[in-house]
């Protein structure tokens, strides 16, 4: 699949898919493009709770904006 940018909301009739991966094997902000989308199935801490997060291209926050811990 083609890498694409877009400015407005993205709607897919056939959903999206996301990787899943646990924090360990998260790979680091610098090294992903902004914007990339991953879930964390262990949501930091290691306790099976799953989380979105987002990378901003310093960091990666979850969906709510927060820092992952």
């Known amino acids: 699949m083609a890498l694409s940018t877009f ?3 993205v709607r897919s009739n056939n959903g999206f898919q996301v990787p899943v991966v ?3 094997n998260l790979p680091t902000a610098a090294s ?3 914007g990339t989308v991953y879930m964390v199935s ?6 099976d709770e799953y989380c979105i997060v ?3 291209g310093a960091a990666w ?5 927060a820092a992952l811990s």
């Open 7 to 9: 400015s407005g909301p």
């Open 22 to 24: 646990t924090t360990a």
């Open 32 to 34: 992903t493009a902004v």
């Open 42 to 47: 262990d949501n930091g801490a290691g306790n």
């Open 54 to 56: 987002i990378n901003t």
């Open 61 to 65: 926050v979850t969906a709510v904006g």
